[in-house]
């Protein structure tokens, strides 16, 4: 049997690259708007 596989095209890696990047970028600002209110609720804030 023959395990090897062809790459996938440049565009389609980058694309996923990108669509990880944003993905991250989004979780990253969802956590940091919950700790705002979280913090914001607590009195934290100015």
């Given at each position: 049997?023959?395990?090897?596989?062809?790459?996938?095209?440049?565009?389609?890696?980058?694309?996923?690259?990108?669509?990880?990047?944003?993905?991250?970028?989004?979780?990253?600002?969802?956590?940091?708007?919950?700790f705002?209110?979280?913090?914001?609720?607590?009195?934290?804030?100015?």
């Open positions: 049997m023959d395990h090897h596989q062809t790459p996938g095209s440049w565009p389609k890696r980058l694309g996923w690259l990108v669509l990880i990047w944003a993905a991250s970028v989004l979780a990253l600002g969802a956590v940091a708007l919950a705002r209110l979280i913090m914001n609720m607590a009195g934290l804030t100015a």
